[in-house]
C-alpha cells in the first residue's frame, strides 16, 4: 500500500466509527516524519479507543501493521505507520495540541472526495 492508500482506509475507518472532525495533512514537504498526518477526535475516552482499534484492525486487515502505538490509555492516541501518522484525539486533548495549526503550511487534503472513493 502506497500512502494515500492508508489515509484512505484509516479515513473510511473513523467515519465508520462516528469520528469527528477528520482531517488529513500532507507533510511530505515540510518535514521527514511521514507524508501525512490523519487527525479525528472522539466525543469520550471510549470512543477515541474504538476509533484506534477500528482504524488499526482496518488497516491490519490491508496488510498493514503499525510501526508503533502511543498513548492508549489516554486522550490522544497515535498510530505510526510510518508514512502516515494518525492521532486520534481526545476533542479537548485535540484543542489543547492544536495539531492543525502547527502544521498549517501542510496540504489540505478533502476528506470528502476520500470517503466517495
Request: hydrophobic share 40%.
Amino acid at each position: 500500500m502506497n500512502s494515500m492508500d492508508i489515509v484512505k482506509v484509516a479515513v473510511k475507518a473513523a467515519d465508520s466509527k462516528k469520528g469527528k472532525d477528520i482531517e488529513v495533512i500532507g507533510i511530505r514537504d515540510l518535514s521527514v516524519l511521514a507524508d501525512y498526518f490523519v487527525l479525528v477526535s472522539g466525543d469520550s475516552s471510549t470512543q477515541v479507543k474504538a476509533l484506534a482499534d477500528e482504524i488499526e484492525y482496518k488497516l491490519s486487515e490491508a496488510g498493514e501493521e503499525p510501526h508503533h502505538v502511543e498513548g492508549k490509555q489516554s486522550g490522544w492516541i497515535c498510530l505510526d505507520f510510518s508514512s502516515v501518522v494518525i492521532h486520534v484525539f481526545y476533542k479537548e486533548q485535540r484543542e489543547y495540541f492544536n495539531l492543525e495549526h502547527l502544521w498549517k503550511d501542510g496540504e489540505i487534503i478533502d476528506v470528502e472526495k476520500l470517503l466517495e472513493d
